[in-house]
């Protein structure tokens, strides 16, 4: 036939003389028309082939067909005797057959395009991978809870947590508007009061946050205690002149820059915050002299939320000699995202304390006492900066006799395999036992 439709193949069913096979195909066509089309309009070409069968789908198109029918058409051909296979149906979405237009596709004729396609499948690069984690990380948190089971180091005394005004309630339970409406005058100022008290503590730890860069726990504590009793809150450290402050707080780090960040700081708190501190990371690290580790120790702190860890340099040093990395990091920002990859978020809050408090006493910037550490033989830095002997009672580097851990010996060796499979013990960290007291 002269139809572009209707074209031989190799394979076409002939159906000489069967007028009972034509006449049955077109009864079931005629009362097909009757019934509803359906809404999606997409050509499907069926190609039978010597080597293999191919479905194609084709877009759909919305000309009109000029040659009439193709359903008629195939009646027609049915009639004759023969039915070609290679034909393709475009029937549109709300259009009566007469509306509906055919569509050819035309294929290469190059003997590459017709051999069988190859589907090649591609997965995600993150989908299927392990998750990594230190060897023996559990083990070594174990014996770092047994080493810092004395609070013997600086921060444990004179850290952020111990800076802010003791007095001052941490929280100050919501209460409804009608229970608001029953109270007393001498309750609503007790209500006042006390959630003033709350901002004042939020804001000595941030100030004592503030303070503490690049300033040992015992010069920063001193600071605090000369603030607090000159009136550490908002209003007193604006209306207090920058020589006064310089005498308050040095000799911290950087005093004269930290002056001038508390006086930036409490200018944006008191018109932005109503003389709170904000209560996001964001918000935070958007005050003058606050990074993220300061951000971090803040939320926990004086929110209680764990937004994250909170990494200065003991931190970023004995995660990189412990080999909780998996690769050294550069600064403490590298080694935060690092260490939340992996570590178990209730972990976060107690990481902090937990390894500064052992890089005062033990794993030292220069000299690390590995001889007296537990994890000196899991640990992939030890005995290469230390000294080559414990040192003698009395010594400046010699660890407290008060300490209630001592050099490994073959007991503790005996534990480790018990450590494995014991989980790990109830968390000590100061901010994990205030929540649980709660």
């Known amino acids: 036939m002269a139809s572009p439709y209707f074209r031989h193949h190799r ?34 070409k069926v190609e039978e082939k010597e080597e293999d069968a191919k479905v194609v789908e084709q877009r759909p198109s919305s000309a009109p067909l000029a040659t009439g029918n ?35 596709e035309t294929l290469a004729s190059s003997p590459r395009s017709r051999s069988r396609t190859r589907l090649k499948v591609e997965y995600d690069q993150h989908e299927g991978a392990e998750h990594w984690e230190p060897p023996e990380w559990k083990k070594q948190w174990g014996y770092l809870r047994e080493m810092r089971s004395g609070r013997n180091a600086p921060v444990d005394n004179m850290g952020a947590e111990k800076c802010y005004d003791s007095q001052a309630p941490a929280h100050v339970g919501v209460l409804s508007f009608q229970s608001l409406h029953n109270c007393s005058k001498t309750f609503m100022r007790f209500l006042l009061l006390a959630t003033l008290l709350v901002q004042v503590r939020r804001f000595q730890v941030l100030v004592s946050l503030m303070l503490s860069s690049q ?31 310089e005498n308050l707080i040095y000799p911290v780090g950087f005093w004269r820059t930290k002056v001038k960040y508390l006086k930036q700081t409490s200018a944006m708190l008191q018109k932005d915050f109503a003389g709170d501190i904000p209560d996001s990371v964001q918000g935070l690290i958007g005050l003058p002299g606050i990074g993220p580790k300061m951000a971090h120790l803040a939320m926990d702190i004086a929110w209680d939320q764990v937004s994250g860890i909170g990494v200065d340099t003991h931190v970023h040093r004995i995660s990189n000699r412990l080999g909780w990395l998996k690769k050294p990091s550069k600064n403490a920002e ?12 209730e972990l976060w809050s107690e990481i902090n304390w937990l390894l500064v408090g052992f890089g005062q006493r033990v794993c030292l910037p220069v000299h690390p006492l590995c001889s007296v550490c537990l994890n000196q033989y899991s640990c992939p830095s030890a005995h290469k900066t230390s000294p080559t002997k414990r040192p003698k009672a009395g010594a400046p580097l010699a660890p407290d006799p008060a300490s209630s851990f001592t050099t490994k010996t073959e007991q503790s060796i005996l534990k480790d395999e018990r450590m494995k499979k014991e989980p790990l013990a109830s968390l000590v960290c100061p901010t994990a036992q205030r929540r649980l007291r709660k």
């Not at 003389?17 to 997409?42: E, I, M, Y």
């Not at 070609?84 to 057959?97: F, G, N, R």
């Open 11 to 44: 394979s076409v069913i002939t159906r000489s003389g069967d007028q009972h096979f034509a006449s049955s195909l077109r009864s079931k066509l005629t009362s097909r028309r009757s019934n509803v089309w359906p809404v999606s309009c997409v050509a499907v």
């Open 70 to 104: 193709v359903y008629f058409r195939l009646l027609r051909s049915a009639e004759h005797g023969h039915l070609s296979t290679d034909l393709k149906l475009a029937p549109s979405s709300c259009a009566p057959p007469g509306d509906c237009q055919p569509e050819r």
């Open 215 to 245: 300033t040992k726990d015992q010069v920063t504590a001193a600071a605090m205690e000369k603030l607090r009793a000159h009136g550490c809150t908002v209003e007193n450290i604006l209306t207090t002149d920058d020589a006064a402050l």
């Open 334 to 345: 590298e080694t935060r995202k690092a260490l939340e990859e992996w570590l178990p978020r």
